[in-house]
Nanobody, 124 residues
């Protein structure tokens, strides 16, 4: 049974940083895409960053480019999201998701496994 567990959320002031981590268990293949999504109250869930564990460059939503960085640690089956220069607009529940095979943009139905989410709150 595949499980994704997020950690690292919290509250921070604007301009601050947080690092989210997603630990995957139940499979060890590097042929997976892992992604971070977020959902703010009243908004639809949106893609933030994604990375193919088998290699290649990560992809970011325009709203976070230059501020967020997604990292992979294949040996530990972990993906992290470093978030710098946080803004109040980044306040949301952040979810880790994965799918077998390549990344298919931020098409949410294509992602098979989802974590429970971790809350990020940025105050002005």
């Amino acid at each position: 049974q595949v499980q994704l567990v997020e950690s690292g959320g919290g509250s921070v002031q604007a301009g601050g940083s947080l690092r989210l981590s997603c630990a995957a268990s139940g499979y060890t293949t590097s042929s997976n895409c892992m992604a971070w999504f977020r959902q703010a109250p009243g908004n639809e869930r949106e893609g933030v960053a994604r990375i193919y564990l088998g290699g290649g460059s990560p992809v970011y939503a325009d709203s976070v480019k230059g501020r967020f960085t997604i990292y992979r640690d294949n040996a530990k089956n972990t993906v992290a999201l470093q978030m710098n220069s946080l803004e109040p607009e980044d306040t949301a529940m952040y979810y880790c998701a994965s799918r077998a095979g390549g990344c298919l943009a931020f098409m949410q139905p294509a992602y098979t496994y989802w974590g429970q989410g971790t809350q990020v709150t940025v105050s002005s």
